[in-house]
T-cell receptor, first 112, second 116 residues
Framework: DVKVTQSSRYLVKRTGEKVFLECVQD?????MFWYRQDPGLGLRLIYF???????EKGDIPEGYSVSREKKERFSLILESASTNQTSMYLC???????????FGPGTRLTVT | AQTVTQSQPEMSVQEAETVTLSCTYD???????LFWYKQPPSRQMILVIR??????QNATENRFSVNFQKAAKSFSLKISDSQLGDTAMYFC?????????????FGTGTRLQVTL
């Protein structure tokens, strides 16, 4: 089975801090995604990557950046965390041309 | 841009009964995929069922089936013989068949509670 893991289930950070959310998949998938999930808004795509060092903006990239130095790892970076970035963050991966996305357990981030 | 609409924020069904979750979408594309994903409380999101737009036959996975109406841009999920383990948030999602990666556009979700 595909396994997608995220570095933390819960994270509390202060406004202005730099925050790193890590995602690792073990199935050699080319595509990796970062979503945020908010009540009443569903999941919204922040960034995705289709290859090492390649990235594309999703629907809500403002305030975020990403890094993909290795195929199995995709990091989401909040350069200067703000309270409106308090949310659940979900990572997902899929194979090249594949339609099924495999999700991690999520990181609930609180920015105070 | 594609949009996905789920008009039922919450639903409830008794165990063993049947429930239908609604989803509509908007797109100008002809080839695409539609999905229902399930997110149980405090657990990971998993794929329930997938429909390819070019296939007229409705997809079925055990107790889960869809009613895909392409002209009406409607994609509802029917859960038969509901079980307590079906309690979850259900998301409808759209995927274009073009582009460099398979991006999903999600609806806002329907919270389903299965009761005794």
């Amino acid at each position: 089975d595909v396994k997608v893991t995220q570095s933390s289930r819960y994270l509390v950070k202060r406004t202005g801090e730099k925050v790193f959310l890590e995602c690792v998949q073990d199935m050699d998938h080319e595509n990796m995604f970062w979503y945020r999930q908010d009540p009443g808004l569903g999941l919204r795509l922040i960034y995705f990557s289709y290859d090492v060092k390649m990235k594309e903006k999703g629907d809500i990239p403002e305030g975020y950046s990403v890094s993909r130095e290795k195929k199995e790892r995709f990091s989401l970076i909040l350069e200067s965390a703000s309270t409106n970035q308090t949310s659940m963050y979900l990572c997902a991966s899929s194979s090249l041309g594949g339609t099924k996305q495999y999700f991690g357990p999520g990181t609930r981030l609180t920015v105070t | 841009a594609q949009t996905v609409t789920q008009s039922q924020p919450e639903m409830s069904v008794q165990e063993a009964e049947t429930v239908t979750l609604s989803c509509t979408y908007d797109t100008s594309e002809n080839n695409y995929y539609l999905f229902w994903y399930k997110q149980p409380p405090s657990r990971q999101m998993i794929l329930v069922i997938r429909q390819e737009a070019y296939k007229q036959q409705n997809a079925t996975e055990n107790r889960f089936s869809v009613n895909f109406q392409k002209a009406a841009k409607s994609f509802s999920l029917k859960i038969s013989d509901s079980q307590l383990g079906d309690t979850a948030m259900y998301f409808c999602a759209f995927m274009s068949n073009t582009g460099t990666a398979s991006k999903l556009t999600f609806g806002t979700g329907t919270r389903l509670q299965v009761t005794l």
